[in-house]
């Protein structure tokens, strides 16, 4: 009978991929079924059940996971010659449960409809745009660490603690909801991730766990960072899988909070893509508009540039090359250089 309903889990693969393919071709029926209904209830759930504590209950979870399923492989190393297709069986039993809990929980966000459509913005956008919109993040942004230092050289430092940035986060997105309102963000849910040091050294900020809807931030990023971190990986939660999209909420979810600190990380954040995109361009025009920009913003950047450096290794790019193409097989041609969409999504915002 066990051999039986582990055969029927493996051979769920099947239905479950093709399911998974329908609805990569049905973003309507993914936007307005389950991004903008069941998720929703999924999502408070677990973020009722889990929000309060300490800890990343995920995180535990990873950790135990990847135990026992080292403990497992060892135990049944034998197999994998002497009784190979019940090895399998059981394996693409165990994938089948992931799978669906991936999907159900969270994954099925990567086929909604693209952010530009549900907010009615262009997805393309000229250079002169681009400039356009750069110029007004470079002003914004100027003023706001002017305002914060007294000086223009002198690099803005958070006053907050780690803690406390997760706290008062959720206050853009409380300003936010007036514009939009399907970004309400409650309960909170989010927490400095249990594997900061490995996550350092695979090159990431943070990440969402996709089974229990907790947020994870790297605990060791500068602190400038991390309103706009904690910012973007709550757009996770609100059903954002898109990194890009992601991105562009967050940076939003900064820039209307009522904190001088998250207004100025949220512009600056927002004007360093537009910047890349520039630079990308043209070159000459980049080096014409970095000189407008105040001395202290530069070292702001310095500093989180600095600190990636700092933890280059040579197993970064493998991370890096497989989150690339996880991203890939979930509706992100580009992989990682799909990052590059929010700069549409900010000039077109910031035009309209």
């Not at 602190?223 to 609100?238: R, V």
Request: hydrophobic share 40%.
């Amino acid at each position: 009978m066990l051999k039986n309903k582990k055969l029927l889990l493996a051979v769920s693969l099947i239905p479950q991929y093709l399911l998974v393919l329908w609805a990569s071709k049905n973003p309507v029926f993914i936007e307005n079924f389950y991004s903008n209904g069941l998720y929703i209830y999924i999502a408070k759930v677990f973020r009722f059940v889990l929000g309060w504590l300490p800890f990343s209950f995920g995180d535990l979870v990873y950790g135990l996971g990847i135990l026992y399923a080292l403990r497992w492989c060892y135990k049944n190393r034998k197999r994998i010659i002497n009784d190979t297709k019940n090895w399998v069986i059981d394996v693409a039993a165990a994938c089948a449960l992931l799978y669906f809990a991936f999907h159900m929980f969270w994954g099925l966000n990567y086929y909604r409809l693209p952010l530009h459509v549900n907010l009615h913005l262009n997805a393309d956008y000229t250079t002169e745009q681009l400039v356009s919109v750069t110029k007004k993040l470079i002003k914004k942004s100027n003023a706001l660490q002017l305002e914060i230092t007294k000086s223009d050289t002198v690099k803005v430092e958070m006053p907050y603690s780690k803690h406390a940035i997760f706290k008062m986060t959720p206050n853009g997105y409380n300003n936010l909801k007036a514009v939009f309102p399907h970004l309400e963000y409650y309960p909170k849910s989010i927490k400095k991730s249990l594997f900061s040091y490995p996550l350092t050294y695979m090159g990431f900020s943070g990440y969402l766990n996709p089974l229990t809807n907790e947020a994870q931030v790297d605990g060791l990023i500068p602190t400038i960072k991390f309103p706009t971190t904690s910012a973007h990986e709550m757009a996770h939660q609100l059903g954002y899988a898109a990194e890009n999209e992601a991105n562009f909420i967050g940076c939003l979810a900064s820039i209307y909070n009522d904190d001088v600190y998250f207004k100025y990380c949220g512009y600056a954040f927002g004007l360093r893509y537009c910047l890349n995109e520039i630079y990308k361009r043209d070159e000459a025009l980049f080096n014409d508009i970095i000189k407008t920009i105040n001395k202290g913003i530069l070292k702001h950047y310095e500093e989180v540039r600095l600190f990636w450096e700092a933890h280059e290794n040579p197993v970064e790019p493998f991370f890096k090359y497989f989150y690339s193409g996880y991203l890939k097989a979930n509706n992100q041609s580009k992989g990682m250089q799909s990052y590059s969409y929010v700069v549409a999504l900010l000039v077109n915002y910031f035009n309209a």
